[in-house]
């Protein structure tokens, strides 16, 4: 979540304003020097990469406000949120990959910068990389498990992360299910919701709201920070100065990077950038290949898919896409994929033929029909008879079918059926909320952001 804060940074100061707001921005930037002493680093690719690092502050948010957006416990000194953000050399495509705390790293020989012990090279979790070694132990791991050449880094603390939501005027999220977080206070219903800077906090930092945990969680932090990109590039606040300004002044209380990410960078990137759009980002997390790995003295941890990972990182260092392009979709976005819901059609009207078709709607959509319609007792309007126990799939086969009333039948098993009333009009595309394509499981800013 930290990481979206600091990539709107660079997505703000890449609209190119003006020299004197980004020589402004430049200056009040806190530097650090992750490269410092560097050898053996892995060879350059095309485009440019940059580690984002999320770093806990909560200390610094008032008592009233860790109490209402339920902020206890004590701040480590450690990360809880890594991101590489790959922007393409033609700067037309932000490749965004997600590296999970609890990954399984191997941390190099180094100096312990608090205790100045040197340490031999020894298994650890990622997130606790900054803890023996601050930016340049991370910078270095990270590189080490991807062999992809880090060009800057940004370090943010998420003390500024609602005052930057509120200055920008909050942020849409859209959900097809009820998101409740007892540990958060997290409670959305299903829907659109316009979340200010105390509510962004809460969904980002949600990890119970489902049986995915931390993967999870993951995957709405980078639901956010689509969501936050389209905020930023349609609100009209890259090309207002003045706004501008005060989103900058917000971010920037908590923010450090190299020296290298100056205000040359920020402008060069503000002249290729000022087309950027959700539809130009993509978003991954590393592919897992074993979850609740073992390690003595550390704990469970996942376990990076060795093939895939590589295929992944390669792509990176390679400048390509992650994932091919493909249309956005205006479809609803249900729960359930279609092609997970087995449906029988039933015509109850008069209309000769009419089950058949709506039949062969439902499958062009990717629903599972038996491609055997059947006669049904009239009804006066659609009914989507389901088992209580597939509730969430009756609710996006519904969703297809406008109008429709959903009718709980106990013992009806898994097929879902589906009794044509006169009122039909037509079958309405729809797809799963989860996006998610390709081999690594990506996808695009543009179809995780409110239609």
């Known amino acids: 979540m930290r990481a979206a804060t600091a990539l709107s940074v660079v997505v703000l100061a890449a609209a190119g304003i003006g020299h004197a707001v980004v020589t402004s921005l430049d200056a009040d930037i806190a530097r650090v020097d992750p490269f410092k002493d560097m050898k053996n680093r892995p060879r350059a690719g095309h485009g440019m990469n940059v580690l984002l690092v999320g770093t806990d502050g909560r200390d610094r948010i008032s008592e009233a406000e860790r109490q209402k957006y339920r902020l206890g416990g004590a701040p480590c000194h450690c990360t809880d949120t890594i991101m590489i953000v790959h922007i393409s050399e033609d700067r037309e495509r932000a490749s965004v990959v997600s590296l999970p705390r609890d990954s399984y790293a191997e941390l190099p020989a180094h100096t312990d910068e608090t205790t100045g012990e040197h340490h031999k090279a020894h298994p650890i979790k ?14 270095r791991t990270v590189e080490k498990m991807t062999r992809v050449k880090i060009d800057h880094y940004l370090e943010v603390d998420f003390t500024s992360f609602m005052r930057t939501v509120d200055v920008l005027g909050g942020v849409r999220i859209c959900t097809t299910e009820r998101l409740k977080d007892s540990y958060t206070g997290l409670d959305l219903a299903p829907g659109p919701h316009d979340l200010g800077g105390g509510e962004a906090l809460q969904y980002v930092r949600s990890r119970h709201v489902d049986g995915a945990s931390d993967l999870g969680r993951m995957q709405r932090q980078q639901r956010f920070l689509a969501a936050l990109v389209q905020r930023a590039t349609s609100s009209g606040v890259l090309l207002n100065p003045l706004k ?3 989103v900058t002044r917000a971010v920037l209380g908590s923010v450090r990077a190299d020296e290298g990410f100056g205000t040359g960078e920020l402008l060069d990137l503000g002249r290729a950038m000022r087309t950027f759009s959700p539809s130009s980002s993509e978003f991954v997390t590393v592919p897992i290949g074993q979850m609740g790995y073992a390690v003595k003295g550390i704990g469970s941890t996942l376990k990076w898919d060795p093939v895939k990972s590589a295929r992944l990182f390669r792509s990176l260092r390679d400048d390509k896409p992650l994932a091919a392009y493909r249309p956005h979709s205006r479809a609803v976005r249900v729960p359930v994929a279609p092609q997970q819901i087995s449906v029988q059609v039933e015509n109850g009207t008069t209309t000769a033929g009419l089950g ?13 029909t038996t491609g055997q319609p059947a006669n049904a007792a009239p009804v006066r309007r659609t009914v989507v008879a389901y088992d209580p126990r597939w509730d969430r799939s009756a609710r996006s086969l519904a969703a297809a079918l406008p109008g429709s009333e959903l009718r709980p039948v106990k013992g009806q098993g898994s097929t879902l059926k589906v009794v044509v ?15 998610r394509q390709g081999e690594f499981g990506v996808v695009r800013g543009d179809e995780v952001s409110c239609s």
Not at 126 to 139: D, R
Not at 356 to 368: C, H, I, N, P, Q
Not at 422 to 433: G, H, M, Q, S
């Open 356 to 368: 058949r078709r709506v039949d062969s709607a439902l499958a062009a959509t990717g629903f599972r």
């Open 244 to 246: 501008f300004r005060d």
């Open 126 to 139: 990622l997130n606790a990389a900054y803890a023996e070694g601050g930016p340049q132990l991370t910078v």
């Open 421 to 435: 009333g006169p009122d039909f009009r037509k079958v309405r595309k729809v797809r799963a909320e989860d996006a």
